[in-house]
């Protein structure tokens, strides 16, 4: 296989792109906030006059992979669903085909990518705590499938989480969850369980967003009142649960728009070096946070002065 280069609006190649994103839903299908970065792709390649081809590959040997690449029916492949060694990565970049990432690993340096510092927003959702005056904070992350497989943002993100924690001299406890709402039920009762002192969780699993806040509410705990949940998620997902999340924003729109334009950039001139961007946004402070407060049941008895009463 040998590289080829378009020039956009010269006529030349497809005028389709790529995009490399295999499902991460339980049921291999695709998450709501995948969908979020379909749709934002689509809409930016359109934007530059470009189709989009979608494929679910999640390793260069799937068929639709090498329909795609093999077959040369796309001028440019853009990447996601990135593990810490991906042999889609490896062999678009040995084969010199143009391609960029949403995400990153070390072989990902050779093109341009677009990603969030998950180790860095992690590590301030539990200063934000930690500020609050919560020093017993979970980890909610994703599916241990995916983590097992090596995702960089499940990886990068319980790195920056236990980083954090030990800096500050806390106990770090981590947990994997499904993207889904029987999940997101499960994981609290297992964090209760291995610590009912708990009053905080960093979470950044969206889809079980809903499932743990009602975990909590089963189990006794209101959120803010007496458990803070601070996690990273894109604005809608944020603000549809009840108090709303505050979370620092996935801006899915935003990546897919850079990570299209990275692509014309490979395109149009493929000799120059690559750009990287790593995003960091703000924590948006919305309602599921508060000072940190005993947890219910756990509260000293209250004592009462002797007197001493004549009669």
């Not at 359109?46 to 040369?72: I, K, N, Q, W």
């Not at 509410?217 to 009142?225: A, L, Y």
Request: proline residues 6%; negative net charge; aromatic residues 6%.
């Amino acid at each position: 296989m040998t590289a080829r280069t378009s020039s956009e609006g010269s006529g030349a190649g497809t005028h389709t792109l790529g995009l490399l994103f295999p499902p991460a839903g339980r049921g291999h299908d695709y998450t709501t906030m995948q969908l979020a970065f379909v749709g934002g792709v689509a809409e930016a390649a359109t934007s530059c006059g470009y189709d989009l081809l979608l494929s679910p590959a999640g390793t260069h040997e799937d068929p639709s992979f090498l329909r795609m690449v093999g077959d040369r029916r796309v001028d440019g492949v853009i990447v996601m669903e990135i593990r810490r060694e991906d042999d889609r990565v490896e062999r678009l970049a040995e084969e010199g085909f143009p391609f960029v990432a949403i995400g990153r690993n070390h072989r990902a340096e050779v093109s341009g990518w677009v990603d969030l510092d998950f180790a860095g927003l992690a590590g301030g959702c539990v200063q934000h705590l930690a500020d609050l005056g919560h020093t017993r904070i979970a980890f909610v992350n994703r599916s241990e499938q995916l983590f097992r497989s090596g995702y960089g943002f499940a990886r990068l993100g319980d790195e920056g989480y236990t980083e954090a924690m030990k800096k500050l001299l806390l106990t770090p406890r981590a947990y994997l969850c499904g993207d889904d709402l029987a999940s997101g039920e499960e994981v609290v009762e297992r964090i209760l369980r291995d610590d009912p002192e708990t009053t905080s969780l960093v979470t950044q699993n969206e889809a079980a967003l809903e499932g743990v806040y009602r975990g909590l509410t089963r189990n006794g705990r209101s959120v803010p009142r007496d458990f803070s949940v601070v996690g990273v998620a894109a604005s809608p997902w944020a603000e549809q649960v009840s108090p709303a999340l505050t979370a620092a924003e996935i801006p899915a729109k935003e990546m897919s728009r850079v990570a299209v334009d990275l692509m014309m950039r490979r395109l149009r001139t493929p000799d120059a070096a690559p750009r990287h961007v790593l995003l960091k946004p703000l924590i948006t402070l919305r309602a599921s946070t508060g000072r940190c407060r005993p947890v219910p049941g756990t509260e000293p008895e209250p004592e009462f002065p002797d007197f001493d009463i004549d009669f």
